[in-house]
T-cell receptor
């Protein structure tokens, strides 16, 4: 089954404790992206990757890091999490062919609470 | 800058119609529409590419006015299953990979 898998689904942690949210897709998609969703603000892009070793900032990249060492994986790293990063996070992927004419497939989301 | 969606929220009775609008301040190459049920991932509905085409998906269709930099989503004879939050994603000309989402329209369909 074609899917985007995020882990963990839920995480409660404390300020300053490094964490990683993993994202994996099995559709051989070139493009992957991370979004955060906050009430009233919709989905805002954090980082995206056009392919292996190619990443770029989205609209709200501060406080986050990403890496793309393999095509299927795109982890989101919070080196020193703060309470304002409490949010619902979604990973998405799409094929690179056709660019913005292709739909994005979303993972089930990771609800992150930072105390 | 995020596209502006209107209305922010709407309540319908089953069988009624609704229109959700999405307006961008920048030139559009494509518009994506997604629906999100509470606590779930956004689900793809349709994509419209520049050229003013209209698309349909069951009783849900959409139009794209490139000149006005707007798209509208039409929900006809709404069903309870249509409830959720609808997001438009703007693919702006010149940003080959970036999709910017609106803040969403919350739709509730009641009996």
């Amino acid at each position: 089954e074609a899917q985007v898998t995020q882990n963990p689904r839920y995480l409660i942690t404390v300020t300053g404790k490094k964490l990683t949210v993993t994202c994996s897709q099995n559709m051989n998609h070139e493009y992957m992206s991370w979004y955060r969703q906050d009430p009233g603000l919709g989905l805002r892009q954090i980082y995206y990757s056009m392919n292996v070793e190619v990443t770029d900032k989205g609209d709200v990249p501060e406080g986050y890091k990403v890496s793309r060492k393999e095509k299927r994986n795109f982890p989101l790293i919070l080196e020193s999490p703060s309470p304002n990063q409490t949010s619902l996070y979604f990973c998405a992927s799409r094929t690179g062919t056709g660019g913005l004419g292709q739909p994005q497939h979303f993972g089930d989301g990771t609800r992150l609470s930072i105390l | 800058q995020q596209p502006v969606q209107s209305p922010q929220a709407v309540i319908l009775r089953e069988g009624e119609d609704a229109v959700i609008n999405c307006s961008s301040s920048k030139a559009l190459y494509s518009v994506h529409w997604y629906r999100q049920k509470h606590g779930e991932a956004p689900v793809f509905l349709m994509i419209l590419l520049k050229g003013g085409e209209q698309k349909g998906h069951e009783k849900i269709s959409a139009s794209f006015n490139e000149k006005k930099q707007q798209s509208s989503l039409y929900l006809t004879a709404s069903q309870l299953s249509y409830s959720g939050t609808y997001f438009c994603g703007a693919g702006n000309t010149g940003t080959a990979s970036k999709l910017t989402f609106g803040t969403g329209t919350r739709l509730q369909v009641t009996l």
